[in-house]
């Protein structure tokens, strides 16, 4: 029996570490803007794995100015995951992934407001509900939250705290085989500081920043900018 047991583990652990290593290649490929890379990424993934580099996809293709690309990865990256959650109801991570698309959705075609922002709280609302500690949830909220404008619920004061609860869940969720986002918290939470006149405590974010993803080259550019006004 105690074989059985330990066998079931084992292959349990196995599977959330292929599933990081894929998180971890799609990353990777994003940081360093590896375009073709993203696409197999994308194509050789199913499910979760596979919405997450479209989403990535649709990321580089904004840092390029690229929106009409932008938009079609985004349009494949949420009819993956809202295809997820007609397979399984209670998937927190595809929840907030999907939150996250929307989201940069809304920010290209305001006309999606009206559609997608119902749609987001109710989401919201029911991973805070299955999973109030996960790490992502408190990250893409607190962005949310950091750009929506005060009159329609926005507040940055709130953005940050959510920030902070990020950044002190995150070390518990290593394991979790959707670990991405720990470096982007701090990031966040260093622009919010810039945003007050903070330099030095932004620093410190963004050099946390690229301790956790050397890679970063969001984390990297952030600092060259701002240790020049010091």
Do not use: C
């Given at each position: 029996?105690?074989?059985?047991?330990?066998?079931?583990?084992?292959?349990?652990?196995?599977?959330?570490?292929?599933?990081?290593?894929?998180i971890?290649?799609?990353?990777?490929?994003?940081n360093?803007?590896?375009?073709?890379?993203?696409?197999?990424?994308?194509?050789?993934?199913?499910?979760?794995?596979?919405?997450?580099?479209?989403?990535?996809l649709?990321?580089?293709?904004?840092?390029?100015?690229?929106?009409?690309?932008?938009?079609?990865?985004?349009?494949?990256?949420?009819?993956?995951?809202e295809?997820?959650?007609?397979?399984?109801?209670?998937?927190a991570?595809?929840?907030?992934?999907?939150?996250?698309?929307?989201?940069?959705?809304?920010?290209?075609?305001?006309?999606?407001?009206?559609?997608?922002?119902?749609?987001?709280?109710?989401?919201?609302?029911?991973?805070?509900?299955l999973?109030?500690?996960?790490?992502?949830?408190?990250?893409?909220?607190?962005?949310?939250?950091y750009?929506?404008p005060?009159?329609?619920?926005?507040?940055?004061?709130?953005?940050?705290?959510?920030?902070?609860?990020?950044?002190?869940?995150?070390?518990?969720d290593?394991?979790?085989?959707?670990?991405?986002?720990?470096?982007?918290?701090?990031?966040?939470?260093?622009?919010?500081?810039?945003?007050?006149?903070?330099?030095q405590?932004?620093?410190?974010?963004?050099?946390?920043?690229?301790?956790?993803?050397?890679?970063?080259?969001?984390?990297?550019?952030?600092?060259?900018?701002?240790?020049t006004?010091?």
């Amino acid at each position: 029996m105690k074989k059985v047991i330990f066998a079931v583990a084992l292959s349990m652990s196995l599977n959330v570490f292929a599933e990081q290593n894929t998180i971890d290649s799609i990353t990777l490929a994003a940081n360093n803007m590896q375009m073709e890379n993203l696409a197999n990424l994308a194509a050789q993934s199913s499910g979760y794995d596979q919405a997450f580099a479209q989403y990535k996809l649709a990321v580089a293709y904004m840092v390029k100015q690229n929106y009409d690309k932008l938009q079609e990865h985004l349009t494949v990256s949420a009819a993956i995951l809202e295809q997820q959650l007609t397979i399984n109801s209670d998937d927190a991570e595809s929840m907030v992934l999907l939150v996250q698309v929307y989201s940069l959705h809304i920010g290209f075609a305001h006309d999606k407001a009206q559609e997608l922002g119902p749609k987001m709280q109710e989401l919201l609302t029911k991973a805070n509900q299955l999973a109030p500690n996960n790490p992502r949830l408190q990250l893409v909220h607190g962005i949310i939250k950091y750009h929506t404008p005060v009159v329609y619920g926005g507040n940055k004061q709130v953005a940050v705290a959510l920030f902070n609860q990020a950044i002190n869940n995150y070390p518990d969720d290593v394991n979790s085989g959707y670990h991405w986002g720990y470096d982007e918290a701090y990031i966040w939470r260093g622009l919010a500081k810039v945003e007050r006149g903070d330099t030095q405590g932004a620093l410190a974010d963004f050099n946390r920043a690229v301790e956790i993803n050397p890679n970063s080259n969001w984390a990297k550019g952030l600092i060259a900018q701002n240790s020049t006004s010091l």
